[in-house]
């Protein structure tokens, strides 16, 4: 349950669609054979090891990458799911509160709603 206002925030997407509109039709090709026309990359020629710049933590972070089970719900200490927000869907149904600012969107007074 979110507000009109975080509800902004989730319509963003993060890979846009490529071919969406007019102009981007004509650069697709069609029954073109891709293992003819692709271009191989050049041969590169390594002198020595790799080295790296980024520290041993830094690499570990990465190593791990994001988790997005790993954020808790400010209530019941569950899991949450949705990016950025502070509550879990079920507390901020239950409550009638934004899942991410945490402001009153629903009057639940009147529900028959159980703890379980």
């Known amino acids: 349950?979110?507000?009109?206002?975080c509800e902004k925030k989730l319509t963003?997407?993060?890979?846009?669609?490529?071919?969406?509109?007019?102009?981007?039709?004509?650069?697709?090709?069609?029954?073109?054979?891709?293992?003819?026309?692709?271009?191989r990359p050049s041969a590169r020629v390594s002198s020595g090891p790799p080295t790296s710049s980024v520290?041993?933590?830094r690499r570990q972070r990465k190593r791990e990458g994001f988790n997005p089970y790993?954020?808790?719900?400010?209530?019941?200490?569950g899991s949450i799911s949705?990016?950025?927000?502070?509550?879990?869907?079920?507390?901020?149904?239950?409550?009638g509160i934004c899942a991410m600012c945490g402001k009153k969107v629903l009057d639940t007074?009147?529900?028959r709603q159980s703890a379980v």
Do not use: F, H
């Not at 349950?1 to 206002?5: I, T």
């Open 82 to 95: 949705l990016q950025g927000a502070y509550y879990c869907r079920d507390c901020s149904y239950k409550k």
């Open 109 to 111: 007074s009147s529900y």
């Open 70 to 77: 790993a954020r808790k719900c400010k209530i019941c200490n």
């Open 12 to 39: 963003k997407v993060v890979c846009p669609e490529v071919w969406k509109g007019e102009g981007n039709t004509s650069k697709r090709k069609i029954n073109e054979n891709k293992i003819l026309t692709s271009q």
């Open 55 to 57: 520290g041993p933590e």
């Open 1 to 5: 349950m979110v507000c009109d206002k």
